[in-house]
């Protein structure tokens, strides 16, 4: 059963910085290409980054390229996202995603509330 939990989120001045983690299990952790998501109040949930299984590649979205970092440990079964820079914008829930897509299935953590405060 693939289950992904989320934590390291909070309270945060803007310009400051917090380290998101993902731990999966349930899964060949290494096999799969991973994403992290976060959806603001009354919005959609978006893309910000993905990770290749390797670790070889990784992509950003416009609004957080340049602030944030997606890695992964593939021997602790850990995904990560290091947030500097923070921006009041950035404010949301932030999700771990796993989309298999052999069966086209997305599996999510619950996230985990990151705010950004003046």
């Known amino acids: 059963q693939v289950q992904l939990v989320e934590s390291g989120g909070g309270l945060v001045q803007p310009g400051g910085s917090l380290r998101l983690t993902c731990a999966a299990s349930?899964?060949?952790?290494s096999d799969w290409n991973m994403r992290w998501f976060r959806q603001g109040e009354g919005k959609e949930r978006e893309l910000i980054a993905d990770i290749a299984n390797s670790g070889a590649w990784t992509n950003y979205a416009d609004s957080v390229k340049g602030r944030f970092t997606i890695s992964r440990d593939n021997e602790k079964n850990m995904l990560y996202l290091q947030m500097n820079a923070l921006k009041p914008e950035d404010t949301g829930v932030y999700f771990c995603?796993?989309?298999?897509?052999?069966?086209?299935?997305?599996?999510w953590g619950r996230g985990t509330q990151v705010t950004v405060f003046s």
């Open positions: 995603n796993l989309f298999q897509s052999f069966q086209m299935k997305d599996y």
């Open positions: 349930g899964f060949t952790f």
